[in-house]
């Protein structure tokens, strides 16, 4: 059975946070603005009282973070990096503010530090390697933390793996990392090249975008427990000029 995804109550800007916890689908702006109007919502499955009637999904408006209320509060800074800590804590970081948790057992905002998380973007904890695995900032390169020891203070990154080497010119726009499965990973990185191009008349720039698929696989090492990475092979794709990757 089927349902189509009710619209939020609020508008989302271009690219929202989104991250799935427990049953429910939590987005927020990536950018929030000042104000009680963040755009948080989280995407829930309403169950109908005493067995009547369909469950049905139903957005719910949840509390900003502390920050964006505050006067002094610059809406040009944008969360950075995201992740999920203990299966019901969203952290968040923003240059300039810190990193904040949403506990959605409680739904109530904390600050957990103000250093920022090492991420670039969205990081998953992976049980089997007892770790968050993400792409690093800087350096946009995969890497991993053990956030559960870095509740007082600032995280460091573990390791850092060099799973592709862009040539000069290619600009990195966005970057996913797929499970595949045991052990195996799917590194998808989208790029822009701008060049000056001439029809013998008169110049103008030619814009490419595409994706990078590369496979790689994490696995102990058996030496001091070490995680190590083994690339394979990588393929390029040509997108649409304006694509973000929505089929990651």
Do not use: Q
Not at 56 to 68: G, S
């Amino acid at each position: 059975m089927s349902a189509a995804c009710p619209a939020s109550a609020k508008p989302k800007d271009g690219c929202p946070v989104s991250l799935p916890v427990g049953d429910a689908l939590y987005v927020i702006n990536r950018r929030p603005p000042p104000g009680c109007s963040c755009g948080f919502e989280a995407l829930t499955l309403a169950v109908p009282e005493r067995g009547t009637g369909v469950p049905d999904w139903r957005w719910h408006r949840l509390p900003p973070p502390p920050y964006v209320l505050d006067p002094d509060y610059n809406a040009a800074n944008c969360i950075d990096a995201y992740t999920v800590v203990d299966g019901s804590k969203i952290w968040t970081s923003t240059p300039a503010v810190g990193t904040y948790s949403f506990d959605t057992a409680t739904a109530s905002w904390s600050k957990v530090g103000s250093w920022e998380l090492p991420f670039r973007g969205r990081a998953d904890y992976f049980p089997e390697y007892g770790s968050w695995i993400g792409f690093s900032s800087p350096g946009n390169n995969l890497c991993s933390s053990d956030l559960a020891a870095s509740k007082t203070k600032s995280p460091v990154l573990r390791y850092v793996w060099m799973d592709l080497r862009p040539p000069p010119g290619w600009m990195c726009i966005k970057t996913y990392l797929v499970r595949l499965g045991g052990g195996k990973l799917c590194v998808a990185k989208f790029f822009h090249t701008m060049a000056d191009e001439s029809d013998g008349r008169s110049f103008y720039l030619r814009r490419e975008t595409f994706v990078v698929l590369t496979g790689v696989t994490l696995e102990h090492s058996g030496v001091g427990d070490e995680l190590r990475m083994t690339k394979h092979k990588s393929y390029r794709y040509d997108v649409e000029a304006f694509s973000n990757g929505w089929v990651f």
